[in-house]
């Protein structure tokens, strides 16, 4: 049974474009390519990587428990490096695969999204990839602690491997960073693409611009109603990359997908897919065509992005649902005031 949004735009004005200074949504979905499919579903196996080899030494292979990236295993992928920032402790890993010829980049997720979601501040600070860019300030503290790990290792594996291409990929919050990490990466030279699942919104108008613009491709990943893509709103100033790739179908703790399960919306600012979904699911969020971030013993703190746990416990459920469902209505009636 396919899930709705709860505003269906595209019944009301197909293929219909709305511009407004930097905002764009275009009022359409359309379904996916199966080569589109089979790199989703390939990709979210590095970002299962990273929960699972984020502690392992450089030049080990790429392993994951539970056979979860049997397909990035099999082409002998190996971790150049794993770092983990001391004050975010946000991880990611860089690696190789020789298969494929690419240099991957890989951000680990968060350990306790609902900690996240109840702290979660709206508050950004000033990026340099572009004039009048500003980005959530914990994700660009993540990369501020990791880029230059990242962007180091990037280039050494460029200069060993000149003909490889670059991915960035990651989910939940290492989603997030992922984002900010390939415009860095972009904006060194390095054409890169993008394969996230279950990202927030991570900057302004002019950030998602230019991500999406510049050399490479966006795959944003979205589920069903999963709370954490509606996040910050979008009547906050956040905006999400385009296009994003819905999947709409099927239970919240499915895996099991194929193309036709998916739907693609594209627009800064849409509320045509997940953005104009309700409720808490957790559940959602934990599996993107597998069951994302199962490598994690979630002793992890990571509460530099995550916020205290204690004050997220005394948050009910039934609470935390209504402000998120208050945010979504605020978003469909700011999007259509635009």
């Known amino acids: 049974m396919k899930f709705s949004a709860l505003a269906n735009y595209a019944a009301v004005a197909a293929a219909a474009v709305i511009r407004r200074g930097d905002d764009y949504i275009e009022l359409d979905s359309r379904d996916i390519s199966t080569s589109l499919y089979d790199n989703l579903d390939f990709y979210v ?3 299962q990587a990273a929960y699972c080899n984020a502690d ?3 030049n080990t292979a790429v392993s994951c428990a539970y056979d979860n990236c049997p397909s990035v295993s099999a082409n002998k992928a190996t971790i150049l490096t794993a770092y983990t920032g001391e004050q975010t402790e946000v991880a990611v890993i860089i690696g190789v695969d020789p298969t494929r010829k690419e240099i991957v980049v890989s951000y680990r997720g968060s350990s306790n999204i609902r900690n996240w979601i109840v702290n979660l501040s709206f508050i950004m600070s000033a990026c340099d990839l572009v004039d009048d860019c500003y980005a959530h300030d914990g994700f660009l503290w993540a990369w501020e602690e990791t880029g230059p790990t990242v962007m180091a290792t990037v280039a050494a594996a460029k200069a060993a491997n000149p003909g490889y291409t670059v991915v960035a990929t990651g989910h939940s919050l290492g989603a ?3 984002t900010i990490a390939v415009g860095h ?4 030279g390095y054409p890169s693409d993008l394969y996230t699942y279950g990202s927030p919104r991570v900057g302004n108008p ?3 611009q230019f991500i999406t613009e ?3 491709g966006e795959y944003r990943v979205t589920k069903l109603n999963d709370p954490v893509p509606r996040l910050p709103p979008i009547f906050s100033g956040y905006r999400h990359t385009s296009p994003e790739y819905w999947i709409d179908d099927g239970s919240s703790s499915n895996t099991a997908y194929t193309a036709a399960d998916f739907t693609e919306c594209d627009g800064y600012a849409s509320t045509a897919c997940n953005a104009g979904t309700l409720g808490l699911s957790i559940t959602a969020h934990l599996n993107y065509l ?3 971030g199962s490598c994690d013993s979630g002793n992890s703190k990571r509460t530099g992005l995550e916020g205290d746990a204690a004050s997220a416990d005394r948050v009910s459920d039934e609470d935390l649902e209504a402000q998120l469902n208050k945010y979504v209505q605020q978003d469909l009636d700011y999007v259509s005031a635009l």
Do not use: E, I, M, S
């Open 176 to 178: 997030a960073v992922a």
């Open 56 to 58: 392992v030494a450089n």
């Open 45 to 47: 196996q590095w970002a």
């Open 290 to 292: 597998q069951h994302t």
């Open 206 to 208: 002019a950030f998602v």
């Open 185 to 188: 990466l972009r904006a060194a």
């Open 214 to 216: 510049q050399a490479g």
